[in-house]
């Protein structure tokens, strides 16, 4: 059965940092492209940032480059999400999740297994 536990979350003030990391068991993980996503109250899941099987590959949302960095190590089967200059809007719980494929993934729907998600909360 594969699993993905996140951790990281928390509540911070605007401008402050949070470190994501996504643990996964249970399927190849070094095989597996990665990515973040992440919903807000009353609003639909989306994509933040993903990786290929190996982090050489990275895409972000527009709304999060050049504050957010994706990466991973798969020697600990672990995908992070290194989180600054956070803003209120950045409000939201966030999912780490994972597909049948090495390449990048930039789609929600190409994706097929979740962990369960963490808040994080911004206060301005």
């Known amino acids: 059965q594969v699993q993905l536990v996140e951790a990281g979350g928390g509540l911070v003030q605007a401008g402050g940092s949070l470190r994501l990391a996504c643990t996964a068991s249970g399927r190849p993980f070094s095989t597996t492209a990665m990515g973040w996503f992440r919903q807000a109250p009353g609003k639909e899941r989306e994509i933040v940032s993903a990786?290929?099987?190996?982090?050489?590959?990275?895409s972000y949302a527009d709304a999060v480059k050049g504050r957010f960095t994706i990466s991973r190590d798969n020697n600990k089967n672990t995908l992070y999400l290194q989180m600054n200059s956070l803003k209120p809007e950045d409000t939201a719980v966030y999912y780490c999740?994972?597909?049948?494929?090495?390449?990048?993934?930039?789609?929600?729907?190409?994706?097929?297994?979740w962990g369960q998600g963490t808040q994080v909360t911004v206060s301005s």
């Open positions: 990786t290929n099987w190996n982090g050489s590959i990275t």
């Open positions: 999740a994972g597909g049948p494929w090495t390449s990048l993934l930039r789609e929600i729907w190409e994706y097929d297994y």
